[in-house]
Structures are given as C-alpha cells and as structure tokens.
T-cell receptor, first 115, second 113 residues
C-alpha cells in the first residue's frame, strides 16, 4: 500500500465548475499538508499549505484536512481554463529527527477545465 | 525574494555517458536542498537532500550521487548513465529548522538514448 493515494484522473470539467481533488494517506505521523500545481514541463508550484486538521481558504482555493480520516481535499471554485494542470498533494512529518522535512507525494491528478 | 535555477532545461545523453545537473538558489542562506525525480504518470521521488555544505543524505540507492560544494549550490551526478535514469529531475529548497514547505525549480528533462 502506498503511503499517499491520489486518483490520477484525468478530470475534465466545464469552466465555472467546482472541482474537488482528494488524497488519502496511511502515515499518522504526517502533520503538514500541501497542494502543488504543476503545469506541463514546469516544476511544481506551491498552492496551499496547511498544518494539522481544518480548513484554509485562499481566493478560489480551499484546502481541507481531516486527520482522523487521513483524508485531505482541495476545492477550486469558479474553475478557469488557466487552472488546467496536474495537482499534486504532498505531506510531511516535519523537520525534526531524521526526516528533514521529507515530502511524500501523491501521483498527481490531471485536471482540464474547458471553456 | 528567493529564486531557484536549474540547468540545463533539457538534456539528451547516450547510455554510459556521465551526468552533471546543477541547481542554485538565490536570496537565502543555508537552505535545505533536495533532488527529486519524477517519472511519467508518477509522483515525485526524493533522491537526495542536504542541510549544509558537504552534507548529503541519500534516500534511494541508485546510479546517482549528489554534492553540495557551496551553500546555495547542489549538483546531481552520475559516472555512467543507464536507460532507467531517464526522467524529469527537480531541485527544491526550504529554509529553517522548523518545518517550512519546499519550493521547486523548473527541472531538467533527461532522456537517455
């Protein structure tokens, strides 16, 4: 079983739709949760960063963490064609001990928003 | 503000040839530095990380090595490339002893022929 599971999609939605992206994980030591957006032939760009359980909102993006269920989500409201990219979830147990902030990634969900 | 540079952007190499990929970070001191590989349709796999000059930790035994000759410079190398070394190589940085998220460069796409 992978430590982090993410549905690879692809996911295709019309412009203006609400998009829900999800990851599940098995390692209860994960405390830091991130979403990255990756455009074709580019490096991942940090989109959202949350610590522990709860919600965090930034513009059209909302990140949600449920540690009891080991489940994280990213919601995109009023989706735009420019949101078309691969979305990667990533998690870390933190910078202490020997982990040095090691990130464990999901395999990414390919999202296409069509006009 | 901090920036990260990787070069070259694209590289085509024959099997058995050597490799050197370079990553530099600007605008910060004593960053934590990371090398990842991303295979098609898969997530990122951590290869090496470094918390200081000359300090390298390897996550996955393989045909690659890393070095950090200067505070903000991180190099990925191989003496003899294998076909399986093909992929998208990404460098990332973070700062601080407390956890801070990593930021990525735009990567090097390596094809082995």
């Amino acid at each position: 079983q992978k430590e982090v599971e993410q549905d690879p999609g692809p996911l295709s939605v019309p412009e203006g739709a609400i998009v829900s992206l999800n990851c599940t994980y098995s390692n209860s030591a994960f405390q830091y949760f991130m979403w990255y957006r990756q455009y074709s032939r580019k490096g991942p760009e940090l989109l959202m960063y949350t610590y522990s359980s709860g919600n965090k909102e930034d513009g059209r993006f909302t990140a949600q963490v449920d540690k009891s269920s080991k489940y994280i989500s990213l919601f995109i409201r009023d989706s735009q064609p420019s949101d078309s990219a691969t979305y990667l979830c990533a998690m870390s147990a933190g910078a202490g001990g020997t982990s040095y902030g090691k990130l464990t990634f999901g395999q990414g969900t390919i999202l296409t928003v069509h006009p | 503000s901090q920036t990260i540079h990787q070069w070259p952007a694209t590289l085509v190499q024959p099997v058995g040839s050597p490799l050197s990929l370079e990553c530099t970070v600007e605008g910060t001191s004593n960053p934590n530095l990371y090398w990842y590989r991303q295979a098609a349709g898969r997530g990122l796999q951590l290869l090496f990380y470094s918390v200081g000059i000359g300090q390298i930790s390897s996550e996955v035994p393989q045909n690659l090595s890393a070095s950090r000759p200067q505070d903000r410079q991180f190099i990925l190398s191989s003496k003899k490339l294998l076909l399986s070394d093909s992929g998208f190589y990404l460098c990332a940085w973070s700062v601080g002893l407390a956890y801070q998220p990593q930021h990525f460069g735009d990567g090097t796409r390596l094809s082995i022929l």
